[in-house]
Structure formats: structure tokens, C-alpha cells
């Protein structure tokens, strides 16, 4: 009797006889970048280091592509970019030591937005393991332990036979929603290593599929068909599982308002007549919000940003679909599921009941219009039509990534992305100097399209050795910058606490002569002539640089009174 586990894949012939007789002069950066490609990547970010170079001199013999920036924070952001536009697992290569603890900003941000990052950094010879001094450069008495507290899984490699095993292991919790960053460090000494291993060929990591218990969304869905005022809350997880078109047919056949979270831009069409949008910070949103009998949260943990900086206390029945078993229920009491976004919402597809509230659409345009009022009686004018320029500028299709500057901050509220998975920003940890190597990226992700970058002069800095990247593997990224000569959205938080700023003022250069000087077009612009330069520049293939000398101000809040 034959049972399916006993089932194998036999080799053919062809595939025995190169098992038998490996190329010569292979090394254990081989076994790595073969796993690699044998899993499916063709594109790696990263910097070379001392510890590394098996694993580079290996990418020589490779397919693979590969796109180095200047700073490995930077290279960070690039894969998080790749990883959120490909939904595939982005490789980062990088060294040991200051090259590994510089990414880890990076791989916080990856966490908190849940994007797949692959880290695969060297380690010191073998012998330094362990926790003994031996002085070896780069040494760490537990390098893997200032990873565990930032990424998802952690993967110590001691010998060559360990790095295909360990690398699948890696990708396959990568892609396991919530999908997150992974980190695997492979000793110096192993990477250089000759190896007489078979080439790496067939590696199976195929993620585990989060499915949601039945009978849970079995009572999910007769709260929802049963309510007077159903609202929806939708997350980053709607985005990361592709679970847009199961949100909106879920909610047209409630007639529920949807609103969505910062990092879930995009997942619900801007304009549909049940829309709230995004404006979490607004007083009138989290009343509406609170007045809901049952509130679906779909692939969110309704964390700072996405409460009205908690304030918002639901008085119904909150139903919370999440696939970070740490987010369930951890600010509100919930019926919770533990699934995938994508899988739930189809189960609760599947059971929920029509129901028809003629009243929805008109409740959503008087919401809209109390905020517009809101915003029409503080004087920001300026900053609309900033705002109005970039989407004016920007193509329906293009993704745009955004620094943490005040725009930013704009554009998480204001801002129609046009589609799914196509606006991005950094407000999961919150680092500055996330917008530029992102796009980077994104470009290097799909480079059909143009891709915008925006940050403030502040976060710009932290990678203009970037402009270098662009140049060398000529993306197709346009980088906006909005030069108001400082921190500017610290020079606000300090003004409105103390009543002056220290410390936010900066001393920068001339942009659009900088990044001329890495051979990078650069323009000059005024919010006047903003949107026909960036519409220019996004035109044009290869990099480029618009600067905007202004001062915007933030909308005021409304959680502190």
C-alpha cells in the first residue's frame, strides 16, 4: 500500500549526473545564491563587506540581479519597497557587524508594515560563535540577538549543508502572513568554504495558508447582517493579502462605510459612494467610527495612528480579523480570528447575509463634507493645492513612496492613491529617510512605470548618497523634496508645546545643485509651477530632482481636547 507522504520526486537522469559531477570552484555563497534563485528571486539588494564576499563573488556565476546601495539602511528600504510591490520575498545581502546592525531600522520599519524581507548577513568565522571574545572584526558576543526582538524568524548556518535548508525555512516565514522580515547569518568562513554539494535546484516553501476557524466567522457574519450600522475599518493586511476586491463586495453587499487605515491606503476605492476615506485624525471620523453597532476591523490592530492617537473607544460589537497573533484584541475587546485578511474575507462572503441601508451613502457624503468644513476654516490652502499638484502630476498607475515630513502626513489623510498597493510610507515604525531608497526599489520592482519619491529636506539627507544608486542603475524614480529648512514637523510639535523649537533647524545644501553633481536632473520649483515640473520629470526616464522651497503647516489635531 502506497501512501501520498511516501510519495518522492525522483531525479532524471540529466538531474543525477549533474548531482554526481558539480562544477568546480563553488563555495558556500554558491549554495546561497542558488537557493535564491532555486526558490524563485531574480532580484537582490544589499552592500558588500569584508565577511561577505563569498556571498557576492558567488552573484558573478549567478542570474541574479543585483542592486547596490550606499548604505545598508538604505538597501533596507529598497527591499521593503521590493517586497510590498512584488508581494514576493525581497533578498538582502549584507556583512557583519555595523553592516548588519545599520539595516535594522530598516527591518523595523518591514515589521511594522508587514513587508517581506529576506536579510541574509555573514557572520564571523565559525570559531567566534558562541559568545567567546576572540577580537575578530566585526564581532559580536550574539549578533542574531539584536535581530530577535525586530524580525519574524532568526536562522543560524554552521555548515554548508544547512544553507539551503535554512534559507527555504527563512522565505517560507517571510511569506507566511503576516508577512515580515527574516533574518539568517551564515559565518564567513562557511561562505568562502569550497563546497562539493550538488547545485541547489528544487527547494520547496510554500507559506502556510492562515485560514480563519468557521465558526467564528460564522457569528462574525450574522453580527454584520444583523446590524443597523455596520462600519468597516481596513488595514495594511487587506493590501498585503490582495484582499481589495473581497473588501469591497463585502461591503457592498452590507452597505457598510469603509474607511482606511494609514498603511491600508488604497485597499477601498477613494471615490465609491460608501468611502470614509482615511481621515483617522479627525474627531468626526471617530465618532462615526464609535457610533457603529458592529465594527469590522479587517487587517489592522487599531494601533496609535489608526485610533486617533487612542481615542477612539468603539461603543459596539468590534469584530477584528488579523493575521498578527500579537494585534488580536490588544487595544480594543473583540470577536477576534486569527486568519489571513484575504481568506476571512472570503468566508465571511460566503455566510454574510444582504443587507440594504439606503442611508449609507448620504451619512458617508455628510461625514466628508464636516471634514472639509473642518479643514476650510484653517486656512491651508497652500497645502491642498500642494497636495492636489502631486496628484495632478502623478500617473493613475505609478506607486509613490513617502518620507516622514508633513505632506506625508497630508497625504495619509488626504490623498487618493487611485489603487491598491500603490501609496506607501514609513508611518509603520515612523524612521526618517524611508521615501527615496523606497522608490529606488519600487523601480527596480517594476520599472515600467514612473515612480515618485517624497521627503522633506530633514529625511532627505539621511539618503542623498542615494542620487548615486539612481544614477548607476538608472531608475526611474522622481524625487520630490520640500526644503523648509528644518525638521518641520518638530519645529510645529515643539512651537505648539513650549512655545519655540530647539534643534529642528538645519543648515543644507543647494539640491538641485547636489544632485546635479551626481549627473541627476534637478528643477527648482514653486507651488505655482509644481505640478507641470513634476509632471515633467515623471515624464522623463531616469532619475530626476524637483525641490520645492515651502513651508507647510499640519491641520490641527483633534485628539487632544
Known sequence: MTHDHDLVLRPTPAQTEAALNPPPGRNGGDLVVETLAGL??????GLPGQHALGMFDALRRSDLRYVGLRMENNAGFAADAYGRITG???????????????SLAALQ?????SAPVLAISSQVPTAGLGGGRHGY???????????RGVVKSVHTVRTHSQIPSAIAAAWKSALTAPHGPVWVEIPQDVLLAETSLPVVTAVDATPVELAPR??????????????????????????????????RQLAELLDAPVVTTFGGKGAFPWTHPLSLRSWLEDRHTTDFLEDADVLLVVGSGLGELSSNYHTFKPRGRVIQIEADLGKLESNHPALGIHADARLALQ??????????????????RDLLSRVARRIAGQELTLEQDVLTSVRRALPADSPSFWDMTILAYWAWSAFDPRNTNL??????????????????GGAAADPTRPVLAVSGDGGALYSIAELATARQYDLNVTWLIVDDGGYGILREYMTDA??????TELTRPDYVALAESFGVPATRTSPETLEEDLAKALASPGPSVVVLPAVLRMFAPTHLG
Not at 572584526?137 to 535581530?147: W, Y
Not at 468597516?232 to 498585503?240: H, S
Not at 454574510?352 to 451619512?363: L, S, Y
Open 40 to 45: 524563485g528571486a531574480t532580484t537582490v539588494f
Open 88 to 102: 514576493e520575498a525581497a533578498p538582502l545581502l549584507l556583512s557583519t557587524g555595523p553592516g548588519a546592525l545599520t
Open 109 to 113: 520599519e518591514a515589521a511594522a508594515a
Open 137 to 147: 572584526l566585526h564581532e559580536l558576543p550574539d549578533q542574531a540577538a539584536s535581530f
Open 214 to 247: 468557521p465558526e467564528l466567522t460564522a457569528v462574525a457574519a450574522d453580527l454584520l447582517s444583523r446590524a443597523a450600522r455596520p462600519a468597516i475599518i481596513a488595514g495594511g493586511g487587506v493590501v498585503r493579502a490582495d484582499a481589495a476586491g473581497k473588501l
Open 347 to 364: 468566508a465571511l462572503l460566503e455566510t454574510a447575509r444582504e443587507r440594504t441601508d439606503p442611508t449609507a451613502p448620504e451619512r458617508v
Open 423 to 440: 501609496m506607501h510610507s514609513a508611518q509603520g515604525a515612523g524612521g526618517l529617510g524611508y521615501g527615496f531608497p523606497a522608490a529606488l
Open 498 to 503: 513650549f512655545g519655540q523649537a530647539t534643534a
